[in-house]
């Protein structure tokens, strides 16, 4: 049996905006990735395990489905890649953030209260 | 279905609010790391030996983080009478069983580095910049002010715990950072709660934030001077020690206020 909180076949980050123009990366379809690997995140429960890793520093890289919560520092992963606009969610810490595109080009979170 | 189908932030706020907040998932996240971990710690792992210098300068700041253990335990505590939600009761709940049990893996701590009357002496070892926090915070308790409590508790003393915990784990004996680690793991529920409950408080009402700024001024000098001394004892660079205040300091210019 499929947990109702984690069903969401539905799901598109950031569908209200896939038609503007002014987001042409987001006409590419999204990339999906496993999340089934063990991160060794052992901060919220079970289910939820496979969407959160730690930073482990310097020589670490966030993948393109990752975002660093800026309130606890854990690494937040989706199952498909992020884009500007998407929402998501840190747990650890109850954060609710929006996916930006730095100055420097890198997808960072922002928190939304 | 599989995993590349189902996927958690597709969920609405109010139902990730509900969840996070419940005893339920406190109790499935803290069985991750405290199962089989009496006082915080693997009970195979061996005790280290220390320098009679180093034990000394532990002693005095865990004894000082003892304190401020002390201070969020009976912060949250009293805050239970007038959170103005059943969902803010709850996690307040789990906050003080989480203050509870760094209460007391501290003074296990600091039983095996040889204070023999642990509870009966962290008071007197610990930094007075942090006594008179308490204090403070005590009192916006006692009035039963919920912005002022919430600002103190969860913003201000977590993420500067969260931030000087983290830093500590760097350099501590094997047996003080896994039991550190352990800690800050509860840390990141309590700070997370304040900014984001103070966050939508703030939405809401933005008049608060000129009386929390007068706040934020006058605790900012206990605790960052709390820090400041304890990273000191600690042999922590002064070259490294604004560092630790950086997670603070982001933390507040998120919610708005000046530095």
Same mark, same amino acid.
């Given at each position: ?7 969401? +076949? ?28 063990? +991160? ?23 993948? &393109? ?49 | ?32 790391? !405290? ?7 693997? &009970? ?15 002693? $005095?700041? !865990? ?47 600091? $039983? ?59 350099? $501590? ?10 800690? !800050? ?20 009402? &933005? ?39 950086? !997670?603070?300091?982001? +933390? ?8």
């Amino acid at each position: 049996m499929t947990d109702p909180l984690l069903e969401t +076949t539905e799901f598109e980050p950031a569908k209200d905006e896939l038609e503007s123009s002014s987001f042409p990366e987001r006409e590419k379809p999204r990339v999906r990735y496993g999340l089934e690997d063990d +991160t060794g995140f052992d901060e919220v429960p079970k289910k939820y395990r496979r969407f959160y890793r730690r930073w482990r520093g310097k020589g670490d890289q966030l993948a &393109p489905n990752e975002v660093i919560c800026p309130v606890c520092r854990v690494v937040i992963r989706s199952a498909r890649d992020l884009r500007p606009g998407d929402r998501v969610y840190c747990m650890p810490c109850f954060s609710r953030l929006t996916v930006v595109r730095a100055e420097s080009g890198r997808l960072e979170a922002r928190v939304e209260y | 279905m599989s995993v590349e189908m189902v996927e958690i932030h597709a969920r609405d706020h109010e139902a990730f609010l509900r969840e996070v907040h419940s005893f339920e998932f406190w109790f499935q996240s803290v069985e991750g790391y !405290l199962v089989e971990h009496p006082y915080g710690v693997d &009970p195979n792992a061996p005790i280290p030996e220390l320098e009679n210098s180093e034990k000394e300068a532990l002693i $005095a700041t !865990l004894s000082t983080y003892c304190v401020g253990e002390v201070a969020a335990l009976d912060g949250a505590s009293g805050m239970i009478g007038f959170a103005p939600s059943r969902q803010a009761k709850i996690f307040l709940a789990t906050q003080v069983a989480d203050e509870a049990r760094h209460l007391e893996v501290m003074l296990h701590r600091l $039983a095996e580095l040889g204070v023999t009357d642990a509870e009966g002496e962290f008071e007197v070892r610990a930094n007075r910049n942090l006594l008179a926090f308490r204090e403070r915070l005590g009192e916006f308790v006692e009035a039963k002010d919920w912005e002022a409590s919430l600002f103190a508790q969860n913003v201000i003393l977590e993420s500067m715990e969260f931030a000087a915990f983290h830093s500590h784990m760097q350099s $501590a004996d094997s047996r003080t950072a896994e039991m550190l680690a352990g800690v !800050l793991k509860d840390e990141r529920r309590h700070l997370g709660f304040g900014e984001n409950d103070l966050g939508r408080h703030l939405a809401q009402a &933005p008049h608060a934030r000129r009386r929390l700024q007068e706040i934020k001024n006058e605790l900012d000098t206990l605790v960052l001077a709390t820090f400041e001394d304890s990273q000191r004892a600690l042999g922590v660079p002064a070259s490294e020690r604004s560092e630790v205040g950086r !997670l603070y300091l982001d +933390t507040v210019a998120r919610l708005g206020f000046d530095s």
